[in-house]
């Protein structure tokens, strides 16, 4: 596996280099395992932020998180995870619900990012991805 590990962690080092989110966040992840490369916290949180900024929704959840876990700041925490579920991030729409019942988000803050989170969801639906769900679901029973 650490051979493996080293190739994914070199492809998206190039990756990354090139503008894809994707990769940053991906390169996150190797760096916070420390597969492929030596664990190194300040570099998993750069490629986190990176992707973040750049709209790639689990990387946004992931630093809510990390936030909340690490940090304890649950103020930021709370922020990210509304951007998050903005862009139609379902972890960060519970984390929001938890937060709402400990007392951290206001109710009007809830209901506006429930409404982001569905508006998100709904602006990726389309006929023709239905009919290739569908489709994929019969293919997968066969």
Known sequence: HKKKHKNAFELCTKAAELGNLEAHSLL?????????????????????????????PDSRYQLGANEATRRGRIDRAVKHFRI????GENNSLEKLKESYIRGHVPKEDLAASLRAYKAAVD????????????????????
């Open 123 to 142: 602006a990726t639906k389309s006929p023709q991805r239905e009919l290739a769900e569908r489709n994929y679901n019969i293919d997968s029973q066969l």
């Open 84 to 87: 998050a579920a903005a862009l």
């Open 28 to 56: 996150s992840i190797l760096y916070m395992k420390g597969e492929g490369t030596a664990k190194d916290d300040c570099k998993m949180n750069y490629h986190l932020e990176i992707a973040a900024i750049g709209g790639h």
